[in-house]
């Protein structure tokens, strides 16, 4: 007997509702949790939900991706409570356009099954560099734009790193609202 695998065209828009439900649940965290006016009054972000094998479910950033995860760690090492960090565009397989977009991933479990990731992309205030908002216009490297950090575990299984995330907090001019806005988007 034949299974019939085709989903009808209601089952599919349900899907599809639920999943940009989900997505519009991250956004309203997002805005109601951050703490600069970059994050929170000008929507500089981007969400994006992702299958466990990192394929985009949804999403308006163009530059959203999983990869850099995978690049350094299996399906198998990802656990509950991991929180993955990055804003490096030499080491994020283009998904980071400049340093002050940061990015943070968070894998998605049903009974410990990895079976989605949630993403946020956000242009900061400020990540160090030569000028305050990290965007100098006489640049001559990218060492002057700001702290780069390449793909890193900032949770891993729950615990924080806290050194990683002093040392990334460190390096901003506004502190306070880029440690509210990374903990806004996780």
Same mark, same amino acid.
């Given at each position: 007997m034949a299974i019939n695998t085709e989903l009808s065209p209601v089952v599919l828009e349900v899907i599809e509702g639920s999943v940009r439900s989900a997505e519009l649940e #991250?956004? $309203?965290?997002v805005e109601r949790t951050a %703490? +600069?006016?970059? #994050? %929170?009054?000008q929507h500089d972000y981007r969400v994006a939900l992702f299958d466990a094998r990192g394929r985009k479910l949804t /999403? %308006? +950033?163009? +530059?959203a991706v999983c990869e850099p995860i995978f690049e350094r760690w299996s399906a198998e090492e990802i656990v509950p409570g991991d929180v *993955? *960090?990055?804003?490096?565009?030499y080491n994020s397989t283009g998904g980071i356009g400049h340093v002050p977009d940061l990015c943070?991933?968070?894998p998605v479990f049903h009974e410990e099954r990895l079976v989605a990731f949630a993403?946020? *992309? /956000?242009?900061?205030?400020?990540?160090g560099g030569m000028v305050p908002g990290s965007l100098p216009v006489h640049a001559t490297s990218i060492f002057q734009e700001g702290?780069?950090?390449?793909? #890193?575990?900032l949770y891993d299984a729950g615990t924080r790193n806290e050194a990683a995330f002093d040392i990334v907090c460190r390096n901003s %001019?506004?502190?306070?609202?880029?440690? /509210?806005?990374?903990? $806004?988007?996780?």
């Open positions: #991250i956004e $309203a965290a %703490r +600069s006016p970059m #994050i %929170r009054d /999403g %308006r +950033s163009y +530059s *993955f *960090f990055w804003n490096d565009p943070t991933t968070v993403q946020v *992309f /956000g242009h900061h205030d400020d990540v702290l780069m950090v390449p793909p #890193i575990k %001019r506004l502190p306070d609202h880029l440690r /509210g806005d990374v903990d $806004a988007e996780i």
